[in-house]
């Protein structure tokens, strides 16, 4: 699947910036971004460099999945969307091992 600038602005949008309804560990839901994720950064960082690998677009697809799952169900748990996501596109069984990025050095 190739992605517009438009979806990838919503999925960056999705992951970096939105609030979303997370179980907290009394078993209520608090609206917060999501956790930092290294995984996650290092497949951003080489989705910005254009040497993806095949599991960052597995990625992309996930949360694609989960925003639009959020999208059209607005009041849906973060549990919902992203058993939802899964079943288009399961990441958290495919996340590559690191790959210890250089941080410091330009994406390009």
Not at 11 to 32: A, C, M, T, W
Not at 44 to 68: C, F, K, Q
């Amino acid at each position: 699947m190739g992605f517009s600038v438009q979806e990838i602005s919503r999925i960056r949008k999705h992951i970096f910036f939105e609030e979303h309804p997370l179980s907290d560990y009394d078993g209520g839901i608090v609206h917060r971004r999501y956790d930092a994720s290294p995984d996650m950064a290092e497949a951003w960082l080489r989705l910005r460099s254009g040497n993806p690998r095949p599991e960052d677009i597995v990625l992309l697809e996930h949360e694609w999945a989960e925003a639009s799952y959020y999208d059209a169900h607005p009041g849906a748990t973060y549990e919902e969307a992203h058993h939802a996501a899964n079943v288009v596109s399961n990441w958290q069984n495919q996340i590559p091992a690191p790959t210890y990025e250089d941080y410091s050095a330009p994406w390009r």
